[in-house]
């Protein structure tokens, strides 16, 4: 099932970032669940992503949310995107996602924060 930008079960995009590899958008769905979302950077943001993950939860830590980190789990994989915002400097977003397999092996990728490009403005 493609998931279009325009999807109506959408309340608020909560993050979206990328690397050269991987461009990553977590939602907070109208239901109040979190879902993940996947496209490999070669195949753009208009086709299907290549991975969904729904159910996801979110956790919030440190004095002003400092960190957010959300988790989601698919067969015995393990996928958590970590948003680590420094209270001394507040424009500046750190962000990681981790996958951890079934082994407990463990692979992070460093991610930018990414702005929507503004044919997508009405889903900020």
Not at 31 to 39: D, F, P
Not at 72 to 87: A, L
Not at 90 to 95: D, E, L, M
Not at 99 to 115: A, G, I, R
Request: aromatic content about 14%.
């Amino acid at each position: 099932m493609a998931i279009y930008w325009s999807d109506p079960t959408i309340e608020r995009i909560l993050l979206f970032c990328g690397n050269g590899t991987y461009i990553v958008r977590i939602d907070l769905l109208k239901n109040l669940s979190i879902r993940y979302l996947c496209w490999h950077t070669n195949k753009g943001l208009l086709s299907p992503p290549c991975l969904v993950l729904d159910n996801g939860r979110m956790t919030r830590s440190g004095t002003d949310d400092e960190k957010t980190e959300f988790f989601f789990e698919h067969e015995d994989w393990t996928f958590s995107v970590e948003r680590i915002v420094p209270k001394d400097y507040p424009v500046v977003s750190h962000i990681f996602l981790e996958v951890c397999d079934q082994d407990q092996k463990k692979s992070t990728w460093k991610m930018e924060p990414l702005s929507l490009p503004k044919y997508f403005d009405t889903f900020n």
